[in-house]
């Protein structure tokens, strides 16, 4: 289940990082191109100067700029800052990449423990309903736990680490700056609880597979019972 949560954050990010400079722009829409303006000594000489001579061609980039704060990511000095965090990003999914190959030799291998033990299962049972009933509610078992630990265990116990790791290390972060942590913080977070719900409805698929499994020997099971007793 670890790989396979590890592998689907690793098949997403490249939608991560696309995703990324709708994070900025949000970040920039909310915290308003009033208070941009006000914090920014040419911002303020340009809508001076536009109080003066609004016809100036600058102005309308002065007021599409009011009218959505966003537009500032496509500036060249707001690029230079952007790229220096894409930076930072690149270089901690280069380092996530490392491990690629290892968690995906890890699914591999747990795929072909858990045919080995469906063979020891077997070989260890009176005959093959026998095998199937107990792998059956085995696999239901894992399956249920499975599915309460990523659907509900693991985002809990996220949001409230994710919390106190936001309090700690944007505590002093102020403005714009605490309005991005927020909305970054909220984005991986997203993205980490996507990949647990993909894991939590693979085990409930696999609980569904095999309490199904478990009921069919059962049955199967009842009735040949019943057969052989009919004809004593």
Known sequence: MVSFFALGLYAGLDDFKAGLPGVVQDSLREYGAERLIAESPELQQAAQLCRV??????CEQLEAFQQDPA?????????????????????????AEQYREQTQLAFYGGIGLLFFGILLVWLGSAGFLAAGKTL??????SGLF?????????????????????EN????LSGLYGILADHAYLYVVGFVQEGLTRVAYLALGIMVAGLALWMICWVVEKQRFKKAVTRK
């Open 71 to 95: 537009i500032l990511l496509e500036q060249p000095q707001f690029q230079e800052q952007y790229q220096q965090f894409q930076q930072q990003i690149d270089l901690a999914i280069e380092q």
């Open 136 to 141: 059956g509610w085995s696999l239901g078992f």
């Open 169 to 172: 290390l944007t505590g002093s």
């Open 53 to 58: 001579n609004p016809g100036l061609k600058e």
């Open 146 to 166: 499975s599915f309460l630990l990523y659907q509900y265990g693991l985002p809990a116990g996220l949001d409230v680490a994710g919390k106190q790791l936001l």
